[in-house]
């Protein structure tokens, strides 16, 4: 079983950045994949940005440009770099994790969520 924490969510001002971390830990074999989702207040979750084991990309059309994700493999940890963050933005951030070598759109693992709320 793998576990999912992430961490660096908080307040922060319009225009303003954050980090989010998300550590995996436990029976890890290999991530493959890495992604975020976000779900606001009334919302269904969405998603936010997936990396894959090559470092290729994916971003939500309302994110690109803003924010970036990333991972460590050797440290089994994903990323996502948020800048120039909007009120929209406001959401729980979820990291989600998969360890297949043949990704079929669903991830193995979820964390717990972090709160990111941006002020006007």
């Known amino acids: 079983q793998v576990h999912l924490v992430e961490s660096g969510g908080g307040l922060v001002q319009t225009g303003g950045s954050l980090r989010l971390s998300c550590a995996a830990s436990?029976?890890?074999?290999?991530?493959?994949?890495w992604g975020w989702y976000r779900q606001a207040p009334g919302n269904q979750r969405e998603h936010v940005a997936t990396?894959?084991?090559?470092?290729?990309?994916n971003y939500a059309d309302s994110v690109k440009g803003r924010f970036t994700i990333s991972r460590d493999t050797p440290n089994n940890t994903g990323y996502l770099q948020m800048n120039s963050l909007k009120p929209e933005d406001t959401a729980v951030y979820y990291c989600a994790a998969f360890e297949g070598s043949v990704w079929y759109g669903r991830y193995d693992y979820w964390g717990q969520g972090t709160q990111v709320t941006v002020s006007s």
């Open positions: 436990g029976s890890i074999r290999e991530i493959t994949v």
């Open positions: 990396i894959m084991s090559g470092g290729s990309t």
